[in-house]
């Protein structure tokens, strides 16, 4: 997989699963509206109602699959780093040029708006506190290493753990050049994850966030390593038939897929019988993946890493002037449910465009 750089459908992908996990699904956590009936035309509400249970409800491994992707992508620099081609500052550099800038604006949005929330509403937002080691953890990507809950900007867990997938893939690269058929060492982080995430325990690095992480970025490292050796009839058949197999379950088993063991019963049927078929579908099937990575999807993927960071941002800043002006946004409509995704991504392609660009091109040029 080495060979081809770039597959649009990942770019698609990513950001698909942004608009259904973030957008849609962020709304209804934060606008709490429950059950939509505003007299609305029937199948648009009974529309909007199937989006917003489904977007919060059914997409809790979809960040796993944003993990899988991402795995997948970096096995293109396992060989490189492991015969020494590459050096560990030369690998970040490239990662943090593209994960900081946004991730620092968001971040420092954030805290700001958790100042001034409390002055314009008389409460906190959400519980969330602007504290000065919180503060410190975030800027520095690591608020997630020690714990669950040390994150100010909640989607920004997921950067934070792939901060320290990377550090960790580039330490594996290295070791595998000791053994015979290194990749092989990308499966441990995949056996400790599932051991530590159902333990449950709050251990640093051992974590649940980091553990999802460990589960899907060397499951889509190992995915990409052994995709080429597996001849395209035989991808075909797997993918139909797990696919097949996994939409039944959503259909007839719900206490199989949804019960109390979210890692057993959501991530990994999700991984192994949804997401990583899709991945070999559509590297082995040109028009499968010209399909998937259309100039509509493969453009929202473009802007979804804008639309991800800044949508807890753009929830606060929208509350603060919410309150500070009297608007009383009418949250409740099912309009409104449409209307605030088509806001969101409006302004994360004008920040796409005037800020992560031209911020990119600056840090290329220094």
């Avoid at 709490?32 to 989006?51: I, W």
């Avoid at 002055?119 to 410190?136: K, P, S």
């Avoid at 007839?252 to 899709?278: C, E, N, V």
Wanted: glycine share 6%; net charge positive; proline share 4%.
């Amino acid at each position: 997989m080495e060979s081809k750089d770039r597959i649009k459908s990942f770019d698609a992908f990513k950001g698909l699963i942004i608009l259904l996990v973030v957008t849609f699904g962020h709304y209804w956590q934060f606008t709490p509206a429950g059950y939509y009936a505003d007299g609305t035309s029937l199948f648009f509400t009974e529309l909007t109602n199937k989006v917003t249970q489904f977007s919060f409800s059914y997409t809790y491994s979809m960040m796993e699959f944003l993990l899988l992707l991402s795995g997948f992508q970096m096995f293109k620099y396992f060989s490189i780093i492991r015969d020494d081609q590459l050096g560990f500052f030369g690998f970040m550099k490239k990662r943090v040029k593209r994960l900081y800038p946004l991730y620092f604006l968001s971040t420092i949005a954030m805290v700001l708006g958790l100042m001034i929330y409390p002055l314009v509403a008389n409460e906190f937002w959400y519980e969330r506190r602007a504290e000065g080691y919180l503060i410190i953890k975030n800027l520095l990507m690591i608020q997630t290493w020690n714990t669950d809950s040390s994150t100010i900007n909640g989607p920004l867990w997921f950067v934070s753990v792939l901060a320290f997938c990377l550090i960790l893939f580039y330490v594996i690269s290295r070791l595998a050049s000791k053994v015979k058929d290194g990749l092989w060492l990308m499966g441990i982080p995949v056996v400790i994850g599932i051991a530590f995430f159902t333990s449950g325990l709050p251990w640093p690095l051992l974590n649940q966030s980091m553990c999802r992480g460990y589960i899907a970025f060397f499951l889509g490292v190992l995915v990409a390593g052994f995709a080429n050796k597996i001849k395209r009839k035989n991808a075909n058949i797997y993918s139909c038939i797990a696919i097949s197999c996994y939409i039944l379950l959503q259909v007839f088993g719900r206490k199989l897929i949804y019960d109390d063991t979210p890692l057993l019963s959501r991530s990994l049927p999700a991984l192994f019988m949804l997401y990583i078929p899709l991945i070999l579908l559509v590297i082995h099937n040109p028009v499968i993946d010209k399909i998937i990575g259309n100039k509509v999807f493969c453009g929202l993927g473009a802007i979804s890493y804008a639309l991800y960071t800044l949508n807890f941002p753009f929830y606060i800043w929208l509350e603060i002037y919410n309150r500070g002006a009297g608007v009383n946004i009418p949250y409740g409509k099912v309009y409104m449910y449409w209307i605030m995704p088509v806001i969101q991504i409006g302004l994360a392609v004008l920040i796409h465009f005037f800020i992560e660009k031209p911020i990119y091109k600056r840090i290329e040029k220094i």
